[in-house]
C-alpha cells in the first residue's frame, strides 16, 4: 500500500466521522459522538502517517522533497490541520456540534485532492524554483493559518443560525455551544490564523526574494493573500477596538474565508501566473 | 488671534480624522477591494494588447485611472500612505496611556476594582493565617512576575501581575507596517531590477532595467565561465547552474556557482539565475551531397561569409539563424537560412532546419546540403537586483510577528487575593483581570482558588 492508496482510505474515514459527527449532532446520541470522535482521530493519524509515508517514498524514488509542493500534497495537509485543530477544540470546549460543521470541510478537501480528476496525485519532482526551505516553512504556515480559518467559518455558520433562534425552540439548535462562546471562539480561531497567515506571506515574500530578487511583486496569488489579510485585520480592529460582536463579525469571517478559498483555488482562474499553482 | 484658533481648530480636525479606528476599518476594506481589480485586469501589458481587448473607450477610461499599473498608481499609493499616517497617529494618541501603565516602578492596585468583580472566587480557611500567607505568597510568585504583599488589619493583600509589556505587541505590529513602508521606499526609490543574459565565457558590465529599458552600468563586470542545465527523466528541468566569476580591474575577485533560490550578493548587487537559451551558431560544419557525382563533401562556414561549392559550382553564405521557421505552415524548429550564388548567376534561398536531414533534398537541386554540426553555446539569463530597503522590510518582518504574537497570545494579568478576618476563620477572595483572553483569565483564576482552598 502506497500512501496514496493510504489517503484514499483515509477520505472515507473522514467521511464516515462527517456522517456520526451530523447524526449524533441530529439524534442527540452520544455514542455515534463517541464513534466519530474516534473515527475522526484514525483519520487525523492516517493523513498524518499518509504524509510521512510519502515523503519517505519521494525519497525513495530519489527525488526526495517535503510532501508540501503541489495542489494535492497541500490539500491533504490542510485536511490534517483542520482535523487537528478541530479535535484540540473538541477537548477543549467538550462539544461535538461543531465536529458536524468542521468534519465535512476535512472530508472534502481531502475528497477533492484524491478525487478530482485535475488533481494528480504522483510524486513529482520539484522544478528548480520549488527547492527552499523557505517554500517548506510558507505552505505549512499558510496552511495552519487557513485551517484555523476553515474552522472560524464553520463556527461563524453555527453562530448564525443559532441567533436566528433566540428563544431556544429549535430542536437542532439547543445543543449548541452558546452564542458567546461560538464569537469567543471564532475571534480565537481567527486570531490564531491571521498569526499563521501573516507568517505564511512573509516567508512566502522572503523565498520571492531568494528566488527571483523581489519580495513582493503583486501576483494575483499574492495579491489575494494579502486582500484575506486586509479582510482579517479589519475583523480584529472591528472586534477589539468598536466593539462589534456576534453576527457582524460571523459575516466577515464568512467573507474571509471566501477569500481564502479564492486565494487558493480561483487565482488560478486568472490571467498571469504563479510558480506554485497547478 | 481668530487665525490661529481656526488653524488649531482644522489641525485637531485632521488629527482626529487620523486617529480614528473608523477610519482604519475603511481603508482596510478599500484596499482589499481596489488591490482585486489588479488581479483581474492583467498589470503591465503591451497599450495595444489592452486596446484590443477593451476598445478606445474603456481604453481610454481605465489608462487615466492608472488601472494598468495599478499598484503604482496615484490613488492606491495615496490609500497606503493614508493606512500608514492613520497607523501612526493613532498609536500616538494612545501611547502615553499605554507607556504610563508599562513603565511604572510600583504598578498600583484598584482593591476595589477587584472586590467589584463577578467573577471573584470565595471560600473560607480554617488554616493559621502565617500559613496562609506562605502559600498564598508561594503560589503567586511562582506564577507572576511581579509580587507584592500588603498588609492590612484584618489580614493582607497580596497583588500580582504578568505581562505588563505585552501592552506593547500592537504598537511593535503598527510599527513594523512603518518599517515596510519605509523599506519598500528605500527600495523603489533607491534599487534598480534588471536583467542581462551573458554567454558562456563573456564578460558584461551593464544590464537593462526592467521598467524603462535604460542600460544601467555596473561597477564591476560579471563573467558568466560555465552554465549547465540538468533534466529529470520526466524531462522536467532539474537544475540551472551558474559559475559566475566578479571582474574589478581586470581581476577575478569571487567566483561561485549560483542556482536558482541561491543568488549571489556582491555590493548590495544580487545576481538571481532566472532563464538561459541558445545563443545562435556562429560556425556550422555542412554536408554536401552531390547529385551528379554522388560524392559527398564536408565543409565548415561561418556565418555570413561565403563558401565556395565544390565541383567549381558557385559559393553559399549561410545568412541567418532563427529559432524556428515556417515552411508552408509547416514548422521546422530551429532552422538556418542560406543563399547559394550559382555559377550561372541565379541565386536562391536554402532552408537547412536542424531536426530535418533531407529537407533540402525536396529542393531537387544539384547538391543536397544538410547540418551536420554546429557550435552551441548557453548564455545565462539573469536578475539583476538591487534594494537596498530590504533589511529595513525584514526587520519589519521579524517586528511584525513577534508583535502579532504578543498581541494575540499574551495578556496582562493581574491577580488580587485577599484574606481577612472573620469569625474564627479567614475568609479568602482570589479574583483576577486580564486585557485580553478574559475568559482564560478566569480559568486560571478558578484554578488558582480551588488550589488554595485544598490546602
Ligand atoms: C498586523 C496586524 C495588526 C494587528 C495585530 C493590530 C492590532 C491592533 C490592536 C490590538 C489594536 C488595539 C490597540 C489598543 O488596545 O490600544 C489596534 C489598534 C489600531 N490599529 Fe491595528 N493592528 C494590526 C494592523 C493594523 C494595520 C495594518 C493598521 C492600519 C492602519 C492598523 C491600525 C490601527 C489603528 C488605527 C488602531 C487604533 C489606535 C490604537 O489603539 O493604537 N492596525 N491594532
Redesign the interface.
Known sequence: MDSSNLLSVVTFVYGLAAILYISSWIFKKTLPGLLATWTAFLGAMGNAAGIIMRWVESYKLG?GHAPLSNMYESLVFFSCTIAVIYLVIERTYKNRIIGAFAMPIVFLSIAYASLSPNIRDQI??L???L??NWLIAHVMACFLGYAAFAIAFGISLMYLFKQRDKDGESYLLSHFPELSVLD?LTHQMV??G??FL??GI?TG???A????????S?D?KE??S??TW??Y??LL??RM??GWHGKRIAYVSIIGFL?VMFTYFG?NL???LHSYAQ | MKKENESADFFSRLWNFFASIRLTVVLLLSLAVTSMVGTFIPQNQSPAAYFHEYGEFFYKILSVLNIFDMYHSWWFQLLLLMLTINVIICSLNRFSTTWKIVFVKIPPFSVAKFRSLSTKEEFTSKRPIKELKKKCEDIASKKFSYCRVEQTDKGFFIFAEKGRWTRLGVYAVHFSIILLLIGALTGSIFGFEGFVNIPEGETVNSIELRKTGQIHNLDFGIRCDDFSVSFYETGAPKEFRSTLSIIEDGKSVLKEDIIVNDPLRYKGINLFQSSYGMLPPEKITLNIVSRETGMAYKKTAKIGQPIEIPEGMGTLVIKDYRDSFNYKSLSLGETFIGILNKKDGNSINIILPLHFDSFDKMRKGDFIFSVTEYDNRHYTGLQVTSDPGVLVVYSGFIVMIIGCFGTFFMSHQRLCIEIAKSGNNYKVIVAGTANKNKLGMQARVKRLSQNLARL
Open positions: 527525488i513529482q519532482p522544478i528548480p524554483a527547492k527552499s469567543n486570531t490564531f491571521f498569526l501573516s507568517i512573509i515574500a522572503v523565498w526574494n531568494s528566488a527571483w530578487g523581489s519580495y513582493w503583486w494575483p495579491t489575494w494579502l486582500i486586509f479582510i485585520a479589519t480592529h472591528a477596538m468598536r477569500a487565482v486568472l490571467p498571469g
